[in-house]
């Protein structure tokens, strides 16, 4: 079966959605994990996406990926994981005089699945900051790479695939856009400035 078929989709974002159900609520531990194996897959594999991104783009500098696709990367990871602790915290609310002697408080809660949609201007990094903030709030993720840049895309799904289980985190290469009415993807985290527009 094709992996960007609709109903290979489907069943990939399913299984998104029941490892979601199953764990509803990662630990901090898990969730740190989780960075922690992006952290490697950028890490040990920063030669082969800086060849891969000059190749979808003709002739792109490595010091320019390495400083605009990596270093900003690197640190929104340092930053989730220091952070994160913090950002599972409930937070304390003013209750109303109506409702004394209770107390409120806001308890941060994952989505479950989400969608990534990346732009093709900076292919990586586009897909890993989202994706760091989707894996910190503790959801799994699919993440759309952009067809533009076809390379890039291929490595980092096939490199997700070693370093991630399937049911943390997939990608998608392309074609998502045309299947657009068989697959449906309720939560939506798209990097580019502009509105999500499908084709």
């Known amino acids: 079966m094709d992996q960007n ?37 950028l890490r040990d594999n920063m030669a082969d996406f800086v060849a891969q991104i000059n190749a979808d783009f003709g002739n792109r500098s490595p010091y320019d990926t390495q400083a605009l696709e990596f270093f900003p990367a690197f640190d929104s990871l ?5 952070k994160l602790r913090g950002w599972m915290r409930p937070q304390r609310r003013a209750t109303g005089l109506w409702f004394l002697p209770a107390s409120s408080q806001v ?20 897909a890993v900051a989202p994706l760091v903030d ?20 291929a490595l980092f799904a096939r490199l997700v695939g070693e370093y ?13 856009q045309s299947r657009r009415r068989s697959y449906r993807c309720p939560s939506i985290i798209c990097s580019s400035p502009g509105p999500l527009r499908w084709a």
Request: hydrophobic share 45%; proline share 8%.
């Open 5 to 41: 078929s609709s109903d290979a989709l489907s069943a990939r974002f399913e299984a998104l959605r029941s490892a979601a159900r199953r764990d509803p609520y990662p630990s901090a531990q898990e969730r740190r994990r989780r960075l922690n194996l992006l952290d490697r897959l």
């Open 78 to 82: 340092k930053h989730a994981r220091r």
């Open 107 to 126: 308890i941060p809660q994952p989505l479950g699945a989400v969608g990534i949609v990346a732009p093709w201007n900076y292919p990586l990094l586009l």
């Open 134 to 153: 989707a894996l910190a709030a503790g959801n799994r993720v699919m993440v759309k790479m952009s067809e533009h840049a076809p390379r890039t895309a």
């Open 164 to 176: 991630f289980q399937p049911d943390e985190v997939s990608v998608v290469e392309a074609g998502w």
